[in-house]
């Protein structure tokens, strides 16, 4: 069985996804102003890291849990818009690298399940 990782294009794939998607993300007004004090290189390595590992590739990661991770953001005030955000720029970004709607709509499924995780909330019951 073929994993997203895999289908998506494996590293090189997740590479160029994760720098487009970053320049999409400085570019947004509304985001931008969160990563004004982060070292974007490490921030791209840790992002392409985690993408890897929820897709189905090697398991690289060893960033801080979801809700850790964003606990300061939540503080100033990330919320459902910030989130919806993120993850239109990451569908845009594979749109424009050629993938396909159904696996665009896989990785939004990965996305949507660290939601309540990112914006600090308990999980929905």
């Keep these: 069985m073929t994993s997203l990782y895999d289908e998506l294009g494996g590293a090189v794939a997740i590479d160029a996804a994760v720098d487009i998607f970053y320049r999409k993300v400085m570019a ?3 985001l931008a102003p969160y990563f004004d004090d982060v070292d974007m290189e490490r921030q791209a390595a840790k992002q392409k890291a985690f993408l890897t590992m ?3 590739g090697p398991a ?3 960033g801080r849990d979801m809700r850790r991770a964003h606990a300061h ?3 100033e005030g990330i919320d459902d818009s910030h989130f919806d955000a993120v993850v239109g720029h990451l569908a ?3 749109k424009e ?5 159904a696996k665009i709509a896989r990785v939004g499924a990965v996305a949507e399940s660290v939601r309540n995780d ?3 909330r308990s999980p929905a019951v």
């Design 28 to 30: 947004d007004a509304k």
């Design 54 to 56: 929820v897709t189905g």
């Design 60 to 62: 690289n990661y060893s």
């Design 73 to 75: 953001l939540v503080a």
């Design 92 to 94: 845009g970004t594979l």
């Design 97 to 101: 690298l050629g993938v396909d709607d």
């Design 118 to 120: 990112v914006l600090g």
